[in-house]
């Protein structure tokens, strides 16, 4: 076989990376679909999409599919939090 050796030390080079998950590292970035943001809100879907449109919350869109990340949520939704007065 002519690329035998080359062949085999490619698949050995790769099949490290193979055992990564492909979309994310749980640990390391715990990213959610639309419903857990909703439920974690309280909030409808149409009020997530207008959220999103008018840049309220970052996402990360994967062709279909989006996702969120809770702490950047979290983050973003704090600007707007109104801190009661105090008489």
């Known amino acids: 076989m002519?690329?035998?050796l080359q062949t085999?030390?490619?698949?050995?080079?790769l099949?490290?990376?193979?055992?990564?998950?492909?979309?994310?590292d749980a640990r390391r970035r715990p990213l959610v679909r639309r419903g857990t943001i909703e439920r974690r809100y309280d909030i409808s879907p149409r009020t997530l999409s207008n959220w999103m449109k008018s840049g309220k919350v970052p996402f990360?869109?994967?062709g279909n599919l989006v996702f969120f990340e809770v702490e950047q949520?979290?983050?973003?939704?704090k600007r707007f939090q109104v801190n009661?007065?105090?008489?």
């Open 2 to 4: 002519r690329y035998g």
């Open 8 to 13: 085999e030390a490619f698949v050995s080079f």
């Open 15 to 24: 099949s490290p990376k193979m055992a990564q998950p492909k979309l994310f």
């Open 60 to 62: 990360l869109k994967v």
């Open 73 to 77: 949520c979290d983050q973003a939704l």
């Open 84 to 87: 009661p007065i105090s008489r």
